[in-house]
């Protein structure tokens, strides 16, 4: 598999979180945040809103590495960023309380270890890949998760800002 194949892949993904993101800005948007003391739903929210920069960091991250990628250890270097967020994203679930965010915190760690898992497998290519190749079903549904869950967390949580 070329290495333009994998960045493509790669920015396929990159694509639908990025997308998932922006349509469930409206959404969001709409939801109710108030400014009452700070209750046990607002602790949880303050815990998931701090994942916004940090994503958005590792995005950014990500794409830059994922442009000069040209050599395994890039790609791996690119699947290791990807995973180090999937455990923040973990460590902050158990950080809440409300089930719902737990929940949505436990899809978006899952999409983000799947996405790091497909990198990996980009990375070292088997001699003769099968005609349909898991790391691209993996891809997919690592996007899917990831843009659902932060859809959901972006509803119950407003002020999480990311791409």
């Given at each position: ?7 493509g892949?790669?920015t396929s ?7 998932g993101?922006?349509?469930?800005a ?5 939801s109710?945040h108030?400014?009452a003391p ?7 929210c ?13 995005q ?5 590495q994922?442009?000069?990628?040209t ?5 791996l270097?690119?699947?290791?960023v990807?995973?180090?967020m ?5 460590a902050?679930q ?7 965010l ?7 760690a ?10 990996r ?8 890949p099968?005609p ?6 993996d891809?997919?549904r690592a996007?899917?998760?990831i ?11 407003p002020?999480?800002?990311?791409p």
């Amino acid at each position: 598999m070329s290495s333009e194949r994998r960045y493509g892949t790669w920015t396929s993904a990159i694509v639908l979180v990025v997308a998932g993101a922006i349509s469930s800005a409206g959404c969001a948007a709409q939801s109710n945040h108030t400014d009452a003391p700070q209750s046990a739903a607002n602790r949880d929210c303050s815990v998931v809103e701090q994942l916004g920069p940090e994503w958005t960091a590792m995005q950014r991250s990500v794409v830059q590495q994922g442009k000069s990628a040209t050599e395994k250890k890039d790609l791996l270097a690119v699947a290791d960023v990807e995973a180090a967020m999937g455990d923040k994203i973990r460590a902050a679930q158990s950080s809440v309380a409300a089930p719902e965010l737990k929940a949505q915190l436990g899809k978006w760690a899952e999409g983000t270890a799947l996405s790091a898992k497909a990198q990996r497998a980009e990375a070292s290519p088997t001699p003769d890949p099968a005609p349909s190749d898991p790391a691209d079903a993996d891809t997919v549904r690592a996007g899917r998760l990831i843009s659902d869950a932060t859809a959901a967390l972006r509803q119950a949580c407003p002020q999480l800002k990311l791409p």
